[in-house]
């Protein structure tokens, strides 16, 4: 399983304080039996883009991951980006305790 966590512009150890859409950058984690490896820091080309594809563009961008999990997310449900079942909101925390609450969910 992959996660995405969105990152903060000044501090890679917090997630993104606001809408998951629109975070600079992800962590991509791999969980890995009972914990978890970065893979990778993705950027995020759209962050700053409003309404349009930016749905279909997103879901592209992280097309290879499970879970996205991030402060908060905008509009979403069937008709968003990222359905309710593979998101998880954790608010403005650092990476570390939001992974903590993944493995709390029985996600490893």
Request: proline content about 6%; glycine content about 14%; aromatic content about 8%.
């Amino acid at each position: 399983m992959r996660i995405a966590i969105a990152l903060s512009k000044d501090d890679e150890g917090r997630v993104y304080p606001g809408p998951f859409g629109h975070a600079p950058r992800f962590a991509i984690y791999q969980v890995e039996g009972e914990g978890f490896r970065l893979l990778e820091v993705r950027a995020n080309p759209y962050a700053a883009m409003e309404g349009g594809n930016k749905h279909a563009l997103m879901r592209e961008l992280l097309k290879d991951v499970d879970l996205r999990v991030g402060a908060r997310f905008g509009h979403g449900g069937s008709l968003g980006a990222f359905p309710m079942a593979d998101r998880l909101e954790v608010g403005p925390v650092k990476v570390a305790e939001a992974l903590e609450r993944i493995r709390g969910r029985g996600t490893p």
